[in-house]
C-alpha cells in the first residue's frame, strides 16, 4: 500500500477536504523523497512489538515515543487546536508520525512553495525534515490515532512562517541546494 500524496488546489473550504487539483496532480514518494520527506508501511497491529519499527527507530535514534488521540470527544478546544495544527510552521527537529487509526493529511511545501498533501492511514510512518514548512489536518473522518517520536526528550515547538533565518530552515534550504546544484529560494 502505497503513501498518497498530490498537489493541492488553494481553496477556502474546510481544511479537512482532500483539495485535488482538476484534473488531480499526484506527487510520488520520489517527489516526497527529494524534499527530505521519509515513508514507511508498517503493520499498525504490531506496534507494541513490531521488530520493523524497533529497527528504525534504533537506526534513527528515536528513544522517546507517546501516543496521542486525536478527535472532538477526545481533545479538549478541538476545534481551536485543528487551526493551531493547520497553520503553516517549522520545527527546529523531524516531525515523526506513525498512524495507528484513522486518517489526516500532512501538508508540505515543495522547492516552488507549492503545497502537497500527504494523506496518512493506519500504518503509514512519515518523518518531516527540519525545516520544512508544513501543517496537519484530520481529514472528514475527524478521528487519527498517531505515534509521536522524538530523539531524546520531546520537543514539539513550531516556528510559524516566516521562519527564513531560523537555523533548521537555513540548513534546510542549504540542503536542497545540494541535492540539485543550485540555490533554493527560500519560501
Known amino acids: 500500500m502505497a503513501l498518497q500524496a498530490w498537489f493541492m488546489q488553494e481553496s477556502d473550504d474546510d481544511q479537512r477536504l ?6 488531480p496532480e499526484s506527487v510520488s514518494l520520489e517527489q516526497l523523497a527529494d524534499l527530505g ?6 503493520d499498525p497491529d504490531k506496534y507494541e512489538n513490531d521488530p ?35 497553520t503553516e510552521h517549522i520545527h527546529a527537529d523531524e516531525d515523526i508520525r506513525y498512524c ?31 525545516g520544512i514548512y508544513h501543517r496537519f489536518t484530520l481529514d472528514t473522518n475527524n478521528y487519527i490515532k498517531l505515534m ?14 516566516p521562519q527564513e533565518d531560523h537555523p533548521a530552515r537555513k540548513e ?8 540539485v546544484g543550485l540555490p533554493v529560494a527560500a519560501h
Open 52 to 86: 520493523e519499527l524497533d529497527k528504525i527507530r534504533r537506526a534513527r535514534g528515536y528513544s522517546y515515543m507517546d501516543l496521542l488521540d486525536l478527535c472532538p470527544e477526545k481533545v479538549e478546544n478541538y476545534e481551536q487546536k485543528l487551526k493551531n495544527f493547520y
Open 18 to 23: 482532500p483539495h485535488h487539483k482538476n484534473p
Open 172 to 179: 534546510y534550504i542549504k540542503s536542497m541546494a545540494e541535492k
Open 148 to 161: 509521536r517520536l522524538f530523539v531524546g526528550e520531546p520537543v514539539w515547538t513550531p516556528f510559524n512562517r
Open 100 to 130: 495507528l487509526k484513522g486518517s489526516g493529511y500532512f501538508d508540505v511545501r515543495n522547492k516552488d512553495d507549492r503545497w502537497i498533501r500527504i494523506l496518512i492511514k493506519a500504518g503509514d510512518l512519515i518523518v518531516l525534515p527540519a
Open 37 to 42: 520527506v521519509l515513508y514507511w508501511h508498517l
